[in-house]
């Protein structure tokens, strides 16, 4: 039996310290906690109040810096929120080891996001898709229209996919909006045209639409790097062969290739907290795309004729510098002036580097001294700190 009713009607409208109060009184909280609760760090008490509803504190995390990171010829200081020991120093690290060998390289990255609108009850499929096609250009213009600004800075709806699928349901249609989001992580706009242009769709199928959202599934918004890691720095030939086993077993075995790619967001999902972006649209992406063809590991590895421990890593990274959170989150735009960074693309680019680097940091460890090394060597050094 619970201590309490947990049916709160109206919760929304009271302002904080009243939710406070409330919530203080009903689950019997004592003063030292509210007082914890009552503490917004930077914030202003209002600033949450309007991010989200029912806000009653805010929530904080340990922010540090990730040293060594050379990509594409640039250096960078990267922040990353989060709680788990070893991962920053671990990253920082073996940023060195591919900093010897001109640290990371990653590629070009095109910011188009895919919204889908979803049209069933289509009487003709081949007509309706044929329609489709013929009223592709007008289609565009009428999403494009939508968003004027984003137009005018170059980006807009690019193409259309039509994906006729078959589902438990029956047959649908699936029209996927490209847009080039530029410098968001797009949701907003996408959505609004999927939005757009569905009457225009149920029209010319003669179908009615249902879903019209953003997927996370940004197979056009691609990041991809690459770096060489210094064998000895590594540990040597015998730590380069543990992590090209490690990397064998992962694409062996689903369940270690989970938590193989777990090791790797470890460093994207730091980087994407510490500069407002949307955590779960990354998870999201990161873990369907590595199910396309099976549920493999994000990274791949090799060796070169020196031995040297050459990886990739390639992963659909939804990251903006502008909207939501990233606007509004004071350290959000701290981290950027961190970063050096002013555009989307090369937050991506970055983070796919620091994504690729935690993963080589975990394979190593793991290949060698076992991960709770790390972990003891920290609670050591916290202890002594301590006393
Ligand atoms: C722990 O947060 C991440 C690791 O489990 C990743 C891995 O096993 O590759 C160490």
């Keep these: 039996m619970s201590m309490y009713s947990s049916e709160i009607s109206g919760f929304y409208k009271l302002s904080i310290e009243e939710r406070l109060k409330l919530i203080k009184e009903k689950v019997g909280l004592s ?9 917004f760090g930077y914030f202003q008490p209002e600033q949450m109040d309007i991010l989200i509803e029912n806000v ?76 489709i096609e013929i009223h592709k250009e007008e289609i565009i213009r009428l999403a494009n229209e939508k968003d004027p600004i984003l137009i005018k800075l170059g980006g807009g709806v690019e193409d259309l996919e039509i994906r006729p699928i078959d589902t438990i349901k029956g047959p649908m249609i699936i029209v996927h909006l490209l847009v080039n989001v530029l410098d968001a992580m797009g949701a907003n706009a996408v959505n609004t045209m999927a939005e757009t242009v569905a009457p225009y769709l149920e029209e010319l199928t003669d179908g009615k ?14 990041a991809k790097c690459k770096a060489t890691f210094d064998k000895d720095m590594l540990g040597g030939a015998e730590v380069v062969e543990g992590i090209m086993n490690a990397y064998a077993f992962a694409k062996a075995d689903i369940f270690r290739a989970s938590t193989h790619n777990k090791g790797i967001m470890n460093g994207i999902i730091a980087l994407t907290l510490a500069t407002g972006n949307d955590t779960r649209a990354i998870e999201a992406g990161a873990h369907t795309y590595a ?57 991506a680019q ?32 916290k202890e002594q700190k301590k006393n």
Aim: with cysteine; glycine share 8%; hydrophobic share 45%.
């Design 209 to 222: 639409v249902y879903l019209r959202i953003i997927s996370n599934l940004a197979t056009h918004r691609m």
């Design 350 to 381: 970055v983070a796919v580097a620091l994504g690729l680097c935690q993963n080589v940091a975990a394979l190593r460890a793991l290949a060698s001294e076992g991960i709770q090394a790390g972990h003891m060597r920290l609670h050591k050094r």
């Design 56 to 131: 009653i504190a805010s929530y904080q995390l340990p922010y540090s810096i990730a040293c060594n990171f050379k990509v594409n010829g640039k250096d960078y200081l990267v922040p990353m929120v989060i709680e788990e020991p070893s991962v920053v120093a671990a990253a920082s690290n073996v940023a060195r080891m591919a900093r010897k060998l001109g640290g990371f390289h990653s590629k070009k990255i095109t910011q188009v996001m895919i919204g889908q609108v979803q049209i069933v009850n289509v009487k003709n499929m081949d007509d309706a898709v044929k329609n």
């Design 291 to 347: 199910a396309l063809n099976g549920y493999s590991p994000l990274s791949t590895f090799d060796v070169d004729s020196n031995g040297n421990l050459v990886g990739e890593l390639e992963l659909p990274l939804a990251l903006g510098i502008i909207g939501g959170l990233t606007k509004t989150h004071p350290l959000a735009r701290v981290s950027l002036k961190i970063l050096g960074i002013d555009n989307a693309e090369e937050l």
């Design 31 to 39: 003063d030292e906690e509210t007082k914890i609760l009552k503490n």
